[in-house]
């Protein structure tokens, strides 16, 4: 693995907010509160896009109101193809930016524009312009956790569903690649496929909280389970996996596996899915648990907490959250993100998870 060297790095402080307490809703006000989210989707013309890591309340009045639950490939698909004038995005701002890129026409909305992600800021846009220049015979190719302006900068963006035919296609070219901004996933896409790659030091502060020795002993005291693990994971518990794949990828392997219990080293979020495609199913978290811990597992971004049912209602009744981006950064961000959609189609790659 080629990493990038030190005096070449630019790190920003990283500030992980707290997950935030949204007050506990009775029965009957998540009722009358979802109800009124219905009737303002409807109103406003608006369609409901969530990312599997969200609220289980999130997810279900997404797919309740013709909606989309899905990993970030499929959310950038579905958001593209719908013809409402209107796209809510209870994901993280990247997710939202990817929106906006894609349907300039159309207005979208975020519950909380301030939901970032820790990989976006690790890898801030005038530091890998700058680092780009200075490996201007590589191919850029950017994860879709990062800003507009540095996807931007590249030549291709992919997500964990598609980045191992993408880089298997670009080596097949020759082609040298400069990798941003998850180290763990860029090094599992090294390993999978022979690359010759650089790569920026980045890493999701949720996935590489899970502890190798302390999944060890969980997978002893379930000898039966399958172990599915995301490749923004260390290689430690990369290791341990006996199925590595992106959030659709595991879902499918919940389903298809014929094993009764699965160990899933992701966000916590991707639960409820699991549980609605294979209730008979078993599913453990993998621990995140080191010494001093006060859960066995953490494993919850706190910025896909910071959508809730609450601050959706408020986005819908005051605009306010709207993602907005300059037009010169969408028209060149818009060429690499078209580029990985294309490819998938072709390849027919990505297929999300599906209830029905």
């Given at each position: 693995?080629?990493?990038?060297?030190?005096?070449?790095?630019?790190?920003?402080?990283?500030?992980?907010?707290?997950?935030?307490?949204?007050?506990?809703?009775?029965?009957?006000?998540?009722?009358?509160?979802?109800?009124?989210?219905?009737?303002?989707?409807?109103?406003?013309?608006?369609?409901?896009?969530?990312?599997?890591?969200?609220?289980?309340?999130?997810?279900?009045?997404?797919?309740?109101?013709?909606?989309?639950?899905?990993?970030?490939?499929?959310?950038?698909?579905?958001?593209?193809?719908?013809?409402?004038?209107?796209?809510?995005?209870?994901?993280?701002?990247?997710?939202?930016?990817?929106?906006?890129?894609?349907?300039?026409?159309?207005?979208?909305?975020?519950?909380?524009?301030?939901?970032?992600?820790?990989?976006?800021?690790?890898?801030?846009?005038?530091?890998?312009?700058?680092?780009?220049?200075?490996?201007?015979?590589?191919?850029?190719?950017?994860?879709?956790?990062?800003?507009?302006?540095?996807?931007?900068?590249?030549?291709?963006?992919?997500?964990?569903?598609?980045?191992?035919?993408?880089?298997?296609?670009?080596?097949?070219?020759?082609?040298?690649?400069?990798?941003?901004?998850?180290?763990?996933?860029?090094?599992?896409?090294?390993?999978?496929?022979?690359?010759?790659?650089?790569?920026?030091?980045?890493?999701?502060?949720?996935?590489?909280?899970?502890?190798?020795?302390?999944?060890?002993?969980?997978?002893?005291?379930?000898?039966?389970?399958?172990?599915?693990?995301?490749?923004?994971?260390?290689?430690?518990?990369?290791?341990?996996?006996?199925?590595?794949?992106?959030?659709?990828?595991?879902?499918?392997?919940?389903?298809?596996?014929p094993n009764q219990e699965f160990i899933v080293a992701t966000d916590a979020g991707i639960f409820w899915k699991m549980h609605q495609l294979a209730p008979h199913k078993t599913l453990i978290a993998a621990p995140t648990a080191g010494e001093g811990a006060t859960c066995e597992s953490c494993a919850h971004c706190p910025w896909m907490a910071m959508n809730a049912l609450q601050n959706l209602e408020q986005v819908l009744l005051t605009g306010a959250q709207e993602v907005r981006i300059n037009e010169a950064v969408r028209q060149r961000a818009v060429i690499p993100i078209q580029r990985m959609?294309?490819?998938?189609?072709?390849?027919?790659?990505?297929?999300?998870?599906?209830?029905?």
């Open positions: 693995m080629s990493s990038i060297p030190a005096q070449e790095q630019v790190r920003r402080p990283l500030q992980v907010p707290p997950h935030p307490h949204w007050p506990a809703l009775s029965d009957d006000a998540k009722a009358a509160l979802t109800g009124r989210i219905k009737s303002l989707l409807a109103q406003e013309h608006a369609v409901l896009v969530a990312h599997y890591y969200t609220d289980a309340d999130l997810q279900s009045l997404a797919e309740e109101t013709g909606g989309c639950v899905a990993d970030s490939l499929e959310m950038a698909r579905f958001g593209a193809a719908s013809d409402a004038r209107t796209l809510v995005v209870c994901g993280v701002r990247f997710m939202g930016e990817t929106a906006k890129i894609l349907n300039p026409e159309k207005r979208v909305l975020m519950p909380d524009l301030a939901a970032t992600c820790s990989l976006d800021e690790g890898c801030p846009a005038d530091a890998f312009s700058a680092f780009c220049d200075a490996h201007p015979d590589h191919t850029v190719v950017v994860y879709a956790n990062t800003s507009a302006e540095v996807k931007a900068r590249a030549d291709w963006v992919v997500t964990s569903s598609i980045a191992l035919p993408i880089v298997k296609h670009l080596k097949a070219l020759g082609q040298k690649i400069l990798w941003a901004p998850d180290k763990h996933l860029g090094h599992y896409v090294e390993r999978m496929t022979g690359a010759d790659m650089l790569l920026w030091d980045g890493a999701c502060v949720v996935h590489e909280e899970f502890k190798s020795f302390a999944l060890e002993r969980v997978r002893k005291l379930h000898p039966g389970a399958a172990v599915l693990v995301h490749p923004e994971a260390p290689d430690a518990i990369v290791d341990q996996a006996d199925l590595v794949g992106s959030t659709t990828q595991l879902i499918r392997a919940v389903t298809e596996l959609l294309d490819f998938a189609r072709i390849q027919g790659v990505g297929a999300p998870a599906r209830s029905d």
